[in-house]
């Protein structure tokens, strides 16, 4: 899919992206959801389905944090409050330990209720605020939304498709 440079296409990138994703998702036993037995974010480790939902929740999460604190006038910490974007490790692990009690039901659910905000999200601003100028150093809000939402969904659907088929699910 190529890089959304409107709203429509956002939108459209955001939903299918996460819809294909969601189908996925949806085979893998919850009983399985936290074995980590999937290669990691970072070369040589190992995570479960669990982590990395937990992962695209966290940073679903993040963009509408930096979007709520933008809105009341307050300039976001990036990528997060107290890390910079050479800690994005302790990033991840702060997301997998954030939703670590959650049940696999419950992080899905969370997913969801994440997407559903993106797109409220991007529904609420026009293609001049989403595209038109930088929003963060030189990416626009639209860029910075499809970094976090509908590039991430799709990778994490090629990983949890290639778990499941290793798992013979």
Known sequence: MAVPRTKDELLV?????????????????ASRAREAS???HVAGTVMSPA?????????NEQVLEWFTERQRGVEPDFP????????LGELTQRFYADHGELTWPQLL?????????LIELVS??????????PWYRTHTA????????????????????????DQGL
Request: hydrophobic share 40%; net charge positive; aromatic share 10%.
């Open 13 to 29: 990138a955001i939903a299918d992206n996460y819809a294909k994703l969601s189908i996925d998702l949806g085979r893998v036993p």
């Open 80 to 87: 997060a409050r107290g890390l910079g974007w050479n800690q």
């Open 142 to 165: 639209g860029r910075m939304i499809q970094f976090n939402s509908s590039s991430p969904y799709a990778n994490a659907r090629r990983r949890i498709r290639a778990w499941l088929r």
């Open 124 to 133: 609420a601003h026009d293609d001049t605020e989403l595209y038109g100028r």
């Open 38 to 40: 999937m290669p990691g």
């Open 51 to 59: 982590d990395l939902v937990s992962y695209l929740v966290g940073w």
């Open 109 to 117: 659910d969370r997913l969801a209720r994440a997407e559903q905000g």
